[in-house]
C-alpha cells in the first residue's frame, strides 16, 4: 500500500509563492515510478478537485500558467510549485499516487491558506 505525505503548507499573502512537496516513507523507485501522480484540493464547502496531473500534463484553468507539477525521481518527490498565489487558492491540498491496477491512494492532505 501507498501512503502519500504532503508537505510544505501554511499560510502566505496574496502574490506570493509556495511549494508543495509530496513523497512516500520507504518507497522504492520502481514502485514510485509506477504511480501517476498528481495533486488536488477542496475548499471549505465544495468538492475535491483536480489541481494537476503528471502524467497527462492537465492543469485547473484556474491555475494554469500559475501552478507547475514535477518529480524528482532520486529524491522520490513530487511537487507543486504555486506562484502568484490568490485568496481562491485557499483549500487543503492532497497528493494523490494512481495505476488502474491498484487504484488511489490520497495523502491526508495540506493546508494552505492565501490572504487578500
Known amino acids: 500500500q501507498v501512503q502519500p505525505v504532503e508537505s510544505g503548507g501554511g499560510s502566505v499573502q496574496a502574490g506570493g509563492s509556495m511549494r508543495l512537496s509530496c513523497t512516500v516513507p520507504?518507497?522504492?523507485?520502481?514502485?514510485?515510478?509506477?504511480?501517476?501522480w498528481s495533486w488536488y484540493r477542496q475548499a471549505p464547502e465544495k468538492e475535491r478537485e483536480l489541481v494537476a496531473d503528471?502524467?497527462?500534463?492537465d492543469y485547473a484553468d484556474a491555475v494554469k500558467g500559475r501552478f507547475t507539477i514535477s518529480k524528482d525521481n532520486a529524491r522520490k518527490r513530487v511537487y507543486l510549485q504555486m506562484n502568484d498565489l490568490k485568496a481562491e487558492d485557499t483549500a487543503v491540498y492532497y497528493c494523490?499516487?494512481?495505476?488502474?491496477?491498484?487504484?488511489?491512494?490520497w495523502g491526508h492532505g495540506t493546508q494552505v491558506t492565501v490572504s487578500s
Open positions: 494523490s499516487a494512481y495505476t488502474s491496477s491498484r487504484g488511489r491512494y
Open positions: 520507504r518507497i522504492i523507485l520502481s514502485t514510485f515510478t509506477m504511480y501517476d
Open positions: 503528471l502524467s497527462s500534463g
